[in-house]
């Protein structure tokens, strides 16, 4: 079994940058992808980055492109996302999840733990 535990979230202005931490425990987390993901309210979850195992590959949203940087240290067992120059459409609950597999993905399916969620608000 495998517990995720968000950090980092919290109420800034647009143009800021926060950091989100994911910690682990239970197992290590470099056998698997991980990824994160939010969601806003009334609006499906989506995905926002994603890296493989070895952090040798990652994947963005569109949306956060540029923006954004997806890492881990798998030593510490935790994956963080890095976002810069934040807007109001990034506002939403920030989940982190372990992917089924080594390889990253962008589809919901194909993460089976997830975390409670961090909540993120960009004013404008």
């Known amino acids: 079994q495998v517990q995720l535990v968000e950090s980092g979230g919290g109420l800034v202005q647009a143009g800021a940058s926060l950091r989100l931490s994911c910690t682990a425990s239970g197992r290590t987390l470099s056998m698997w992808a991980m990824g994160w993901f939010r969601q806003a309210p009334g609006k499906e979850r989506e995905f926002v980055a994603a890296?493989?195992?070895?952090?040798?590959?990652?994947l963005y949203a569109d949306s956060v492109k540029g923006r954004s940087t997806i890492s881990r240290d798998n030593a510490k067992n935790t994956v963080y996302l890095q976002m810069n120059s934040l807007k109001p459409e990034d506002t939403a609950v920030y989940y982190c999840?372990?992917?089924?597999?080594?390889?990253?993905?962008?589809?919901?399916?194909?993460?089976?733990?997830w975390g409670q969620g961090t909540q993120v608000t960009v004013s404008s």
């Open positions: 999840a372990r992917g089924r597999t080594f390889y990253a993905s962008m589809g919901v399916r194909e993460f089976d733990f």
């Open positions: 890296i493989v195992g070895n952090g040798g590959r990652t």
